[in-house]
C-alpha cells in the first residue's frame, strides 16, 4: 500500500520508469489505467486527475509520449470505461453495494445519488472532474432510467473536457521549473484539491444527521 501510495505521489518518476520499461505500451498501461479507474466500480483509487496531469508534463519535455496521441486515446478508455461502468450498474444494480464490500460502500453510492439530484443528467459529464463519484455516476445512471445513448453523449462530452483540460494544463505549465522541483506536492495538491467537494459532502451528512 505504501509502494502505491509513492508511485502516486511520484507518478511523473513512475511514469518515466515504466516508459523505460515498456517502451510504447506506454500508451497501453496509460489506457488500462483509465479504463479501470472509469470502468471498474471497485476501483475508485486509481490516479486520475494527477495522472493525467502527469501525462501532459511529460508530453512537453520528453519524446514518449505524444500529445496528439494520448489525447484521443484517453479519451476513448474514459468513455469505454464509463460505458462498461453503466452496463454493469444496469445489470447487477444495488446487488454489489449490499455489504460494503472493499470499495462497494453504500456511502459512495449515496454521495453519487445525491449528486445526480442536484445535478441532474449533466452529473454524468460534470462528475469526472469528482474522484470516486465519477467512478460510482456511470454504474448509478446505468441503475436509473437514463437512456443509454444521451448517456453515452454526456459522457463523451465529459471525457473530453477531462482529459483535454488535466493534460493540457499539464503541459504548459509541467515546463514551468519550480513545478518540476516541486512535482510531487503539486501531485499532492490535485489530489487535496479534488477531494475536497466530497469531504464537503460528507460533512453536510453527517450535520444533517446530527441535527
Given amino acids: 500500500m505504501l509502494e ?19 517502451g510504447t505500451l506506454i500508451y497501453f498501461i496509460l489506457f488500462c489505467i483509465i479504463f479501470c479507474e472509469t470502468g471498474l466500480v471497485f476501483m475508485p483509487f486509481l490516479p486520475g486527475d494527477s495522472l493525467l496531469f502527469a501525462v501532459g508534463a511529460l508530453a ?7 500529445m496528439e496521441q494520448i489525447i484521443p486515446l484517453l479519451i476513448l478508455a474514459a468513455t469505454i470505461g464509463d460505458s ?3 452496463f454493469v450498474g444496469q ?6 453495494f449490499e455489504k460494503n464490500f472493499f470499495f462497494l460502500k ?8 445525491e449528486f445526480f439530484e442536484k445535478k441532474g443528467v449533466w452529473a454524468v459529464s460534470l ?7 465519477r467512478t460510482m455516476s456511470p454504474f448509478f445512471a446505468g441503475m436509473s432510467l437514463l437512456s443509454y445513448k444521451k448517456f453515452l453523449a454526456l459522457s463523451f462530452f465529459g471525457s473530453v473536457f477531462w482529459v483535454s483540460i488535466f493534460t ?3 503541459y504548459y505549465f509541467g515546463r514551468v521549473e519550480i513545478i518540476q522541483k516541486n ?11 479534488s477531494l475536497i467537494p466530497m469531504v464537503i459532502n460528507v460533512l453536510k451528512a453527517l450535520r444533517t444527521k446530527t441535527l
Fill in 106 to 113: 453504500k456511502k459512495y453510492l449515496i454521495s453519487t445519488e
Fill in 183 to 193: 512535482f510531487t506536492y503539486l501531485v499532492l495538491g490535485i489530489i487535496v484539491i
Fill in 168 to 170: 493540457i494544463a499539464g
Fill in 127 to 133: 462528475s469526472r472532474f469528482f474522484p470516486i463519484i
Fill in 84 to 86: 462498461t461502468n453503466y
Fill in 91 to 96: 445489470k447487477l444494480g444495488r446487488s454489489l
Fill in 60 to 66: 512537453a519535455r520528453a519524446d514518449f509520449i505524444k
Fill in 4 to 22: 502505491f501510495i509513492n508511485s502516486l505521489l511520484h507518478i511523473d518518476v513512475t511514469l518515466i520508469q515504466w516508459a523505460e520499461q515498456w
